[in-house]
């Protein structure tokens, strides 16, 4: 089993910084893709960011590139995502997940999943 744990949300405005964490414990893969994806109200689930855990390689959704950072800290069990220059419509639920395998944007083919943090971006 592999438990996630995120922290690092919260009310910002627009134009403020956030830094989002995942804490990976239990079971992990050498290979696997851990993500972050969000869900505002009324809206599906969207990948944000995801990153390769041995590869480091890396996808950001568009409405996120440039602004958006995913990053993996290996001794410390941890995916970080730097949000930048937020916008009223980052406002979503943040969750950070994990598959064993290659980097996917679906959420369906994620096993594993934090229990969110809410991030608010007033403008």
């Known amino acids: 089993q592999v438990q996630l744990v995120e922290s690092g949300g919260g009310l910002v405005q627009a134009g403020d910084s956030l830094r989002l964490s995942c804490v990976v414990s239990?079971?992990?893969?050498?290979?696997?893709?851990m993500a972050w994806f969000r869900q505002a109200q009324g809206k599906e689930r969207e990948a944000v960011a995801l990153?390769?855990?041995?590869?480091?390689?890396?996808y950001y959704a568009a409405s996120v590139e440039g602004r958006f950072t995913i990053s993996r800290e290996n001794e410390k069990n941890t995916v970080a995502l730097h949000m930048n220059s937020l916008k009223p419509e980052d406002t979503a639920v943040y969750y950070c997940?994990?598959?064993?395998?290659?980097?996917?944007?679906?959420?369906?083919?994620?096993?594993?999943w934090g229990q969110g943090t809410q991030v608010t971006v007033s403008s």
């Open positions: 990153i390769n855990w041995s590869s480091a390689s890396t």
């Open positions: 239990g079971r992990t893969f050498s290979s696997s893709t």
């Open positions: 997940a994990a598959r064993k395998g290659s980097l996917q944007t679906n959420a369906k083919y994620y096993s594993y």
